[in-house]
């Protein structure tokens, strides 16, 4: 299965950072990358697919790069609401797998 | 609106069965790919099963392949997983999910989840 490593795992960040999730693949999976936040209790919520295609009422602040290898997830000026755990996911191949999670926290 | 609702979770013993049920709504649940995703408690999202929208496709996770089931009924707008042989790793957030229909295979990305179901297994 194709394995996903997220980087960093914890942050901290201010309100108003720009912050930078980094996820790389064990193999090449083209564009076939989400990215999901997650805040305590709650389900998943769906960012971005494809890479790069922002998911509708996304706030515009959110946005992905990336194919092959290396992807990123940046949240070009972060708010209160957005201090979460994101999650990629690779959908290239039928046996879907989860990055490990980057928890952004309060500086 | 979208809804899924999961049900069925709660305390079993290594070596027991559980059948989880997620009901859907708002929206024609016969067009879907549908899938189990799971949280252990305080750790990372795993991917569980596939469903394709017919049943003609299944797929699980090496994790609980030969002991967990997926299936559907789409007249009843339904999907479940029968667990068996259940761990004590077994134990997690269950979520329902639905592959996006802007997804080009039968697999995808996920754009709408359940609230989740807890099962734990401990004797």
């Known amino acids: 299965a194709i394995q996903l490593t997220q980087s960093p795992s914890s942050l901290s960040a201010s309100v108003r950072d720009r912050v930078t999730i980094t996820c790389r693949a064990s193999?090449?999976?083209?564009?076939?990358l989400a990215w999901y936040q997650q805040k305590p209790g709650k389900a998943p919520k769906l960012l971005i697919y494809?890479?790069?295609s922002l998911e509708s009422g996304v706030p515009s602040r959110f946005s992905g790069s990336g194919s092959g290898t290396e992807f990123t997830l940046t949240i070009s000026s972060l708010q209160p609401e957005d201090f979460a755990t994101y999650y990629c996911q690779q959908f290239n191949s039928y046996l879907l797998t989860f990055g490990g999670g980057t928890k952004v926290e309060i500086k | 609106e979208v809804q899924l609702v999961e049900s069925g979770g709660g305390l079993v013993k290594p070596g027991g069965s559980l059948r989880l049920s997620c009901a859907a709504s708002g929206f024609t649940f016969r067009s879907y790919t549908m899938n189990w995703v799971r949280q252990a408690p305080g750790k990372g999202l795993e991917w569980v099963s596939s469903i394709s929208s017919s049943s003609s496709y299944i797929y699980y996770a090496d994790s609980v392949k030969g002991r967990f089931t997926i299936s559907r009924d789409n007249a009843k707008n339904s999907m479940y997983l029968q667990m068996n042989s259940l761990r004590a790793e077994d134990t997690a957030v269950y979520y329902c999910a639905r592959v996006s229909a802007g997804a080009t295979f039968v697999w995808g990305w996920f754009d709408a989840w359940g609230q989740g179901t807890l099962v734990t297994v401990s004797s």
């Open positions: 494809d890479a790069s």
């Open positions: 193999q090449g999976i083209s564009s076939a």
